[in-house]
């Protein structure tokens, strides 16, 4: 999960204790939870319903369980009334995290007194929109959209990455070629300048790990159970659809190499 939200920081700067996270978990349907109901969903159309985490409808229909899957629909349930609205906030403050990242990396070593700094403000603004579009908290309901989970490629599409990619490189392109313009001022006068920026590139590094490392770390851990719970109700939820035929066409959790082959 936290490679939608932070997946845009590392692309700024390594953290190793962030990149070293891989999870394998998506949703192959829309989710939208509340404190009675959960509903799986495609297209605005509900597929099957699970009431007060003990009543099962599919399409529709009142499906009879017995007191086995009942064990199992209700473990499943109180799972993903658990887990939904956490990972929801998740998805927020990760994304928040990142973009001011970059917001800070950029205003640090261009500033922000240019047209490309606008450029880049709408970028970034529109990743958090399509982020936050995906993961939504409306009064009770909370819902996850369908494929929600994947690598940051589906959010940041290539006209996203165009733009934010265009508007630091314009920028720091410039700060380049004024450096190259210094020639006539002599080779102690450039090496001067680049030592100078590259020390402001060291000290802003460090300054930017140190800051948003304790939110990182926190992110991380809960990134991590999140993949952990969500392979636990993997794991429940087929077993249920083993053992409940309504439910076998309506695959909701995929992991690891499942979810490769989808």
């Avoid at 009942?70 to 009334?81: K, P």
């Avoid at 995906?134 to 599409?157: H, T």
């Avoid at 630091?168 to 102690?188: F, K, P, R, Y």
Wanted: glycine letters at 6%; charged letters at 30%; proline letters at 3%.
């Amino acid at each position: 999960m936290l490679r939608i939200a932070l997946s845009l920081l590392l692309v700024v700067m390594s953290v190793p204790a962030l990149a070293a996270l891989k999870c394998e978990v998506d949703l192959q349907y829309g989710l939208v939870v509340n404190k009675r109901h959960i509903r799986i969903t495609e297209d605005a159309h509900t597929h099957y319903q699970i009431n007060d985490a003990k009543q099962l409808i599919v399409r529709g229909e009142w499906i009879e369980l017995d007191e086995k899957q009942e064990a199992l629909l209700h473990e499943l349930a109180s799972g993903i009334h658990y887990a939904v609205p956490k990972v929801i906030i998740l998805a927020s403050e990760g994304v928040d995290l990142a973009i001011s990242t970059v917001d800070h990396v950029y205003v640090g070593l261009i500033g922000s007194d240019n047209d490309n700094y606008e450029r880049l403000q709408k970028a970034l603004w529109r990743v958090r929109e399509k982020v936050k579009g995906k993961f939504i908290r409306a009064n009770e309901n909370f819902y996850i959209g369908p494929r929600s989970l994947e690598d940051v490629d589906e959010i940041m599409d290539p006209e996203l990455e165009r733009e934010i990619e265009g508007a630091l490189n314009t920028s720091i392109g410039g700060i380049l070629s004024a450096i190259g313009g210094l020639s006539s001022e002599g080779d102690s006068s450039i090496e001067k300048r680049m030592e100078e920026l590259s020390r402001r590139l060291e000290t802003m590094g460090a300054e930017i790990e140190r800051r948003i490392a304790p939110q990182a770390n926190t992110l991380r851990k809960k990134a991590e159970w999140f993949c952990n719970e969500m392979t636990r109700l993997d794991r429940i939820e087929e077993e249920l659809r083993a053992t409940v035929p309504a439910l076998k066409p309506y695959d909701l959790i995929v992991t690891g190499n499942a979810k490769a082959s989808k």
